[in-house]
């Protein structure tokens, strides 16, 4: 179960990589899939804090780092 204070995760992984197989590692680390993006080989999701390094060891996965979140100015807004 991921915690209430899970963090949100982009694992990108290895090129023509088994992703059934990943999906299963990253699960097994408490990772909740939110979407996989097979055709660039991403999967994006929520895990606790204190599991995050484990997802590193997953076989097939080649980094694991957390969303960055953007926030832009409304049209018309002082600040653009």
């Known amino acids: 179960m991921v915690a209430q204070g899970a963090v949100e995760v ?3 992984v290895e090129e023509n990589a088994d992703m059934s197989r990943i999906l299963e590692g990253l699960r097994a680390c408490g990772f909740l899939v939110d979407a996989v993006q097979e055709e660039i080989g991403t999967i994006t999701g929520r895990i606790d804090p204190a599991r995050l390094a484990q997802l ?4 097939g996965v080649v980094q694991v780092e957390r969303t960055r979140e953007v926030q832009i100015s409304p049209p018309g807004s002082k600040v653009q």
Do not use: D, Q, R, T
């Open 10 to 12: 982009n694992v990108l």
């Open 56 to 59: 590193s060891n997953v076989e």
